[in-house]
């Protein structure tokens, strides 16, 4: 496992650490359906080694990615676990801090962890669903669930 959650009770607030070289993506999912989350909220500091986010195209309707390939500090990553056609969907935004001290930020598509990634993930009892929404092009929460 390329995490540690630090409390697993239901509707709680924990502690997730990502170590080093986990995938981000892959290490909220696996914590989501191990633990059967029905959905979360996160937010975390920590570092990359090298990420893929993105900004979406509104008229072309994808997301048009924008590779970090050099060690990075996250500022601030947050985000929701949800679910979508039966699996879990991670949907996150991060604020990345590079050696210089600019920054860049969008929707994270994907990171590796380096040297590690805290996380403080607030779980619900409520599973939420999204919803395809073609006028948008997205999986979005539906405005009533």
């Given at each position: 496992?390329?995490?540690?959650?630090?409390?697993?009770?239901?509707?709680?607030?924990?502690?997730?650490?990502?170590?080093?070289?986990?995938?981000?993506?892959?290490?909220?999912?696996?914590?989501?359906?191990?633990?059967?989350?029905?959905?979360?909220?996160?937010?975390?500091?920590?570092?990359?080694?090298?990420?893929?986010?993105?900004?979406?195209?509104?008229?072309?309707?994808?997301?048009?990615?924008?590779?970090?390939?050099?060690?990075?500090?996250?500022?601030?990553?947050?985000?929701?676990?949800?679910?979508?056609?039966?699996a879990v969907?991670?949907?996150?935004?991060?604020?990345?801090g590079r050696?210089?001290?600019?920054?860049?930020?969008?929707?994270?598509?994907?990171?590796?962890?380096?040297?590690?990634?805290?996380?403080?993930?607030?779980?619900?009892?409520?599973?939420?669903?999204?919803?395809?929404?073609?006028?948008?092009?997205?999986?979005?929460?539906?405005?009533?669930?």
């Open positions: 496992m390329s995490y540690r959650a630090l409390s697993l009770d239901p509707d709680a607030s924990h502690l997730l650490v990502l170590d080093q070289n986990a995938d981000f993506m892959e290490s909220l999912i696996d914590f989501a359906t191990t633990h059967d989350v029905p959905s979360a909220t996160f937010y975390g500091i920590g570092a990359f080694s090298e990420a893929t986010i993105a900004f979406f195209d509104r008229e072309e309707q994808v997301y048009d990615p924008i590779a970090v390939n050099q060690q990075v500090e996250v500022l601030h990553v947050t985000g929701n676990l949800t679910w979508h056609e039966g969907r991670v949907h996150a935004h991060a604020t990345l050696p210089d001290g600019s920054t860049l930020g969008g929707h994270l598509v994907d990171a590796t962890v380096w040297p590690t990634l805290e996380l403080q993930c607030q779980t619900y009892n409520t599973r939420v669903e999204r919803l395809q929404n073609e006028a948008v092009g997205l999986p979005l929460i539906p405005q009533s669930t």
